[in-house]
């Protein structure tokens, strides 16, 4: 995000590429002993995205979606983890702020 204070300074904030991302949904839970949790990579990740000789913004993207689910006493449910790979970035001609240039080609 980029600022100007009333002097025309310039300020410029990022987020962390070490924690998850602000403003993403990162997890949820539904009040009855299931919880999702998302968890995010960026764009230009090469174990994420294959990307070779594209054009790849850093953006961030989908890696995992967790559930987990407790049950009873004595209940011992595994977690479900879903995992994402993104390939092959195509850019869109008429991008608009509600709707991002980039559109993935494959997703496994």
Known sequence: MVTFDGD???????D???????RLLVSIDNGRGATTRFGYGLST???MVDA?????????LVRTVTVAVTGGPGTVT??????YH???PRYGAKPT???PRTSWATIR
């Open 86 to 88: 993104y390939g092959a």
């Open 97 to 99: 702020p509600t709707w």
């Open 52 to 60: 070779v000789g594209a054009r790849n913004e850093p953006r961030w």
């Open 16 to 22: 962390d590429a070490d924690r998850d991302p602000e």
């Open 78 to 83: 595994p977690a479900m983890i879903t995992t």
């Open 45 to 47: 990740d090469p174990t």
């Open 8 to 14: 025309g300074h310039m300020s410029v904030q990022t």
